[in-house]
């Protein structure tokens, strides 16, 4: 069978996608390091990662894309098993353990970049629902109708948002407490009448 040449970079920009995955862990390098230290790192060159990604921030974002997939398998396959609190408190976990801090810190990073220009960062962007469409489906499995249910989610991840770029910003400062009482307002749809 012959590639298009189409399919042929796919598999190269995949095939390097893993090798920066693989040199850098759970780690997501610097926005302040250049592409160059970047390629040395993952024992490429740095006209490979422009080729295949554009600039630095899309080598970031397409890092982050994958990494936060990986998380997400792991965090739907907890989910499959758990309550809709279980998974805030997994997703809690999984994003404020000290080894995250660099992707927490890069999210945003690109996050702040895809606000400017969307259409640079469509990959990134399209995966950002996944784990309220999870959250959704637990609180619809939990008995919320699908409108309440991903309003709730839509809700829950923005307030978890909103704390992890706080501990980005003010370490220390976060508080479980502040997980619980999202949790705690999780309950309050449940109890009031519907639209």
Known sequence: MILSSTERKGDARERLLARLLDAFDEALPSPEV??????ARAETSHALLRYHFGSLSGVLAAM??????R????LFEAARQGT???FVAAIWRTYTRPEQLSRVRGFFHVAGLAAYTPQDFREFIDSLDDLTKMLASLAEREGLDAKQALTMATVTIAAIRGLLLQEVLTPGVHSEDAVALILRMSKIPRTCPGP
């Open 34 to 39: 250049s592409l160059r230290e970047i390629a």
């Open 84 to 86: 809709f609190d279980d």
């Open 64 to 69: 982050l894309t994958a990494q936060r997939s």
């Open 71 to 74: 998380d997400n398998e792991v």
